[in-house]
């Protein structure tokens, strides 16, 4: 068996592994009724504008500044302090990499309160073999972020690669590896994009206060 073979079951490997380990975690809140958006389990995107916002706490545009945090993720159960232990000891991993970056907000379009109390807002994602491929936010990128927070209160996550949009070429775009796509299967201009984010918030706002008497 030659060496490139060999590298190539030993990468499929780690994927699988560090898959099924994501997959335990979302599991286990699942189970609990927490909402995890970074366990790098990858979700049907949204198929129209009103869904996307609506499943999410933050958005803004905004550009990943720096790393604050790397770390391995055991999850937010009570039950995460007992698998780091017991990880130690395990053959196979109980968690999964995680880094947080900090991402340096340009415009705000929905708060949840976050940007308002001038608190930093923190990106988190799962690290990956494949973690250079253009759907992985890194360093420099500059983005159109819709944010779930997280079960911690302190984190954010995109629930599904559409939850970041570029919209620094003429349309707007989001990545599935090494392509590029278009949201809701459309061309739009970037401005368009984000204007149709900037009234669909402003619409649900609209639907969700109490009418006068």
């Keep these: 068996m030659s060496i490139k073979i060999k590298r190539v079951i030993v990468l499929l490997l780690v994927v699988a592994v560090i898959g099924a380990a994501a997959g335990i975690v979302h599991g286990r809140l699942k189970a609990k009724g927490l909402r995890d958006v970074s366990t790098g389990i990858e979700n049907p995107v949204p198929q129209t504008m009103k869904e996307l916002i609506s499943s999410s706490d933050l958005i803004v545009i905004g550009t ?95 629930q599904s690669l559409m939850h970041q949009v570029d919209i620094n070429g003429d349309f707007a775009t989001y990545y599935r590896g090494p392509s590029s796509l278009l949201p809701f299967s459309e061309n739009i201009s970037s401005e368009d994009f984000v204007g149709r984010t900037e009234e669909g918030v402003t619409r649900l706002r609209q639907a969700i206060q109490p009418r006068e008497n």
Excluded: C, M
């Design 64 to 158: 990943v500044a720096h790393q604050v945090n790397q770390d391995i993720f055991y999850g937010y159960d009570i039950g995460a302090k007992r698998r780091a232990v017991l990880d130690k000891a395990s053959l196979t991993p109980l968690g999964v990499p995680v880094t947080d970056y900090e991402i340096d907000v340009e415009h705000v379009i929905l708060d949840d309160g976050t940007v308002a109390a001038g608190r930093p807002v923190i990106l988190r994602i799962i690290e990956s073999p494949d973690a250079g491929s253009r759907s992985t936010p890194k360093i420099g990128d500059r983005r159109l972020f819709f944010l779930g927070q997280n079960p911690d209160q302190k984190t954010y996550g995109l």
